[in-house]
């Protein structure tokens, strides 16, 4: 990748073709800045796996040129990923807006990494210089969380707006409108590259108000004759403030569960986002004290998370709140796709405990923090951007995006649509998809310390496919089995009798053994290091597992030990790779 | 569960709760009738399974009862667990329309169990009886298959309408339209008990008619430039109906792609269900002869299903059929809960290949087959029943369409919302949910044959999440280690080097040995007999099970393999199990 002088590198590393995760690398000469690190949630197959990352191979191979990192807001998928990284990069400072640098702090502490980096709050409008090559303007825009910022950079080759995540909000929760006269002013003089937020565009029209789920909601907690639970994402603080209100408006105490709905709202009323009365919250243990209709329950759970507090009461599961007849349960969130199934089990089983349960788009119960179609036009209107990236979005959403953009006057040589890990050279009269960095991604188990290979994945998969059978078995130096060969099985489906199989096995076993027992112990067969153990084990047990597979009609994962014994005394013996194929267990001697 | 002369049970074995496996028994004195056995298809968690099956452990336990079956149409989910069933209980006759016949038979034959029962087609207005009890008339219905039906059964307790799958079409693709006359004879006497389709309750309106879809594919073919693909479900022969008449209209070749769509197609050409040339097909094979406008592919995979030719297309694996710029890609169907991301990641990996793809709920490419709220109500107005049970769908969709039939003047009392093993008591004057048989699920693995139980089901989730740790030991008779112990990873992500690893666990394993030896071996160390061989390897096992959650703070399953070695002889020894806790592993003694 050579650059010419003047080019802008703008290479995401995260946020496209998938929803999570965003990540986009700014560079000019040898400087670079970085706006986001979230993370992503595993998918189907990722067994074991609590959290995604994006590689950041590039980061760490160019980490010299690091000059700052920009975070938009406060969501997972654009700040969650920085804890991980700082044990990986240095990054000298990172900017943002409070709520957002609250949150990060937070987590940086829980990480022990908080003295890795400079943390400094931004508020709108404030401009700030990062390197030489770069000046950041924060705007605000708005969003499902509050204090949430487009970003305009002022590059050598020109303006650069990166919407974050934005919807256009005329009537938010906070009255904390879109700055529009501030996009329109970077308009005026046409910016140069957009790059735009991708999530809704393939739904038309406009996104409705956060505000608009208030009287959906208020009508909702008038009919509801008991108890009233509503989950949503707990960093939906304008979601949030909006129920509390409704709790106080109708005469309700709040009792808050699950750890991170606690931790947001701890954060955003220290900072001001939620505001609202110590007096309306009622700690879990004292709920028994407060009578059904005078009690909300503000809960995790919304994506029907295995562990989260709603399911494990849809499950019966929860020490402190049990489901009873004429509870109303409200699901103030969309289903990602993914969780649907799980999301539909936990709301199946709440209504036959006996909620009442209220779900579903047409509720006007929940709207998106995403702008839809008519919102990406007027970004589009007002930035009058010459060169545009969509962002954020799967690949058939940035098409869809480019489509509107090129309908709003964007020349089509003028966009590319992207994959994660491209590497886009802008300069002042071009955009083009110069070639790629390394890109992908790392998996983090839930010890949050260890990655999950892929090759761990493979062996993850086949295991949950199949299980496993472990054979273990004792040769002497004179090529015979001693004692029974043993066999255990896990996780395998199996048409025959343990006892039965234990006697195949051991057939196998005394058949190949001395049909290959010349070949791979030559002549001398009292001298051990004449005798080729591991080719002999591979024979083996490649032969045990054409029999297990024949015998279960499945491929499960085949351990197979093998002692070597010699009654001279304990010796060790290594024993030669034959390299034919991967080994996939040891010979050893003993005694 | 004491039933009362007159009463009629009615106990579903699948289908509530859920979408599949559809199972609906009828027993009124010494004499059982089913309609329907149908298979579903495994969610997560469910590793290593293929087709779920309703538990029919009631069935089997009242074989001697069973008169015969009715199917109502030829879905996977009403006919698919037949030749399974068949292997466990005699059902003497299977009645159902030509097409499901057909379909049915092939299955049989496929399964080696086409000698186990009798089929026998049956037509429209068809009256037959099982047994004393039950006469039964079929209802020509509309749905997304063509020769589907509504049966009437007349019984000592009256007439019981189950719809089975249905909308009301009145603009057939085949012509064949709703016998709505018959309906309305039977709604005339009034109707005793209906059991009514629910998937479609919780959406207004009425479906629209297949017909519908028409049009709009004729316009996506009207532009499009190169090839068109189409996906949808082998069996809605009324869709590939439509799609073989504007292949034709459009003077395109077909070339048809997945065994389960060669085989509908197959048999709904010759039994007259779907009505086309010879001519209109070419094989798969001389597809390179086509130039792309003249040529349509017909495919399965509209479920992103991971072996399916679509799926294998779009990850460019397809032997025959490579995409390329110009393609059309056309899924009509909707995707099922639970398929979303396999779907959309196909989508999204046509594209990137260059493909235009034609999806989603607004293109009218696609409508259901079960009728919508509207098509609900005309079938409870035209059958006016006394009592109601909605059937076919999640709880939420039942208790949906139960406040649909109250609305239509269906007494509360009137109606059960049930789960699956339910026993529902009919009497004349009154229907309720008198107890339970035993349900629930029993899931099939690739092989067909082998049942995964729930432990294994567990075990292969153990595995999935944290992989297998294998341990193999040998200890002498005087409780010293022989040679080094063996270690095994597979599936198991660890921070700690191999070799690291294996000097903690010689480490945990020489201090045990020493510590629980004299507790376990007694004073005579010298006569095997007396020592607990079993004891302490259960404390070796829960040691190492410590040290390893501990080092990888994980939960891997552990196989524990403990040699027990002797010089004096080839000797085994029976050990003990202590009882104390589930054994994992057996001690043994070799040599």
């Not at 960095?437 to 761990?456: P, Q, T, Y």
Request: glycine share 8%; charged share 20%.
């Amino acid at each position: 990748m050579k650059k010419s002088p003047s080019t802008l590198k703008i290479i995401p590393l995260g946020g496209l073709h998938e929803i999570g995760k965003n990540t986009c690398v700014f560079e000019y000469d040898d400087e670079i800045i970085i706006l986001d690190a979230g993370l992503g949630f595993p998918t189907d197959g990722m067994h074991g796996v609590n959290i995604v990352l994006p590689d950041i191979t590039y980061l760490c191979e160019n980490h010299h040129k690091i000059k700052g990192m920009i975070v938009t807001h406060g969501h997972e998928d654009h700040i969650g990923g920085i804890p991980f990284h700082l044990k990986n990069i240095e990054i000298p400072v990172i900017y943002g807006p409070r709520l957002a640098i609250a949150l990060l702090h937070h987590k940086l502490e829980e990480a022990g990494v908080q003295n890795r980096t400079e943390l400094k709050t931004v508020r709108p409008r404030d401009i700030f210089r990062l390197g030489k090559n770069f000046s950041i303007e924060c705007i605000r825009n708005t969003h499902s969380i509050a204090d949430s910022f487009t970003i305009a950079i002022t590059t050598p080759v020109g303006v650069v707006i990166h919407t974050g995540d934005f919807k256009i909000d005329h009537t938010p929760v906070d009255g904390e409108t879109f700055d529009l006269q501030k996009l329109a002013e970077y308009g005026e003089k046409r910016v140069h590259c957009l790059i735009s937020d991708s999530t809704n565009s393939e739904v038309p029209g406009f996104t409705p108000s956060e505000k608009s789920v208030y009287p959906s909601l208020d009508r909702v907690f008038f009919e509801a004759p008991g108890r009233i639970m509503v989950t949503t994402f707990a960093s939906s603080v304008h979601r949030l403030q909006i129920v509390l209100e409704l709790a106080k408006k109708h005469d309700r105490l709040v009792a808050v569960v699950g750890r991170s709905m606690l931790n947001v709202i701890a954060h955003a009323r220290n900072l001001g986002y939620l505001n609202c009365e110590d007096s309306l919250f009622v700690p879990l243990h004292s709920v028994r004290n407060v009578s059904d209709e005078k009690l909300l329950i503000l809960t995790t759970g919304s994506q029907g998370e295995p562990m989260s507090a709603l399911t494990r009461i849809a499950k019966g599961e929860h020490k402190q709140i049990k489901i009873s007849q004429g509870d109303t349960v409200i699901f103030s969130a969309n289903p990602i796709p993914g969780n649907t199934i799980a999301i539909v089990n936990t709301i199946d089983k709440l209504m036959m405990l006996g909620a009442h349960v209220i779900y579903g788009k047409d509720k006007g119960i929940h709207v998106s923090g995403h702008g839809c179609q008519e919102d990406q036009k007027l970004m589009l209107a007002l930035t009058r951007p010459k060169f545009f990236i969509p962002f954020h979005g799967e690949h058939r959403m940035l098409v869809k995006h480019s489509q509107t953009a090129q309908n709003m006057g964007v020349h089509p040589e003028n966009m590319v649509v992207i994959q994660n890990g491209d590497v886009v050279e802008l300069t002042q009269d071009s955009i083009y998809n110069a070639g790629k960095v390394s890109s992908g991604i790392e998996l983090v188990d839930s010890s949050r310390s260890g990655m999950v290979e892929d090759n761990i994945l493979k062996e993850r998969q086949q295991l949950a496919e199949d299980g496993v059978v472990t054979v273990a078995l004792a040769v002497s130096f004179d090529g015979k089995l001693i004692g029974q060969p043993q066999l255990h099985l896990r996780g395998v489906v199996s048409a025959v009798e343990k006892a039965q199989l234990q006697e195949m096995v051991i057939k196998v076993l005394e058949k190949d053994l001395s049909y290959y027992w010349p070949d791979y112990a030559n002549s001398n067969v009292h001298n051990n290091t004449q005798i080729d153990w591991s080719g002999l084990q591979n024979e083996l047990e490649s032969g045990m597992q054409r029999m297990l597979r024949r015998e279960f009609q499945s491929q499960p994962l085949l351990v197979f030990l093998m002692h070597i014994l010699d009654a001279e005394g304990e010796k060790e013996i290594t024993v030669k790779t034959v390299g034919r194929r991967r080994r996939r267990s040891t010979a050893k001697v003993a005694s």
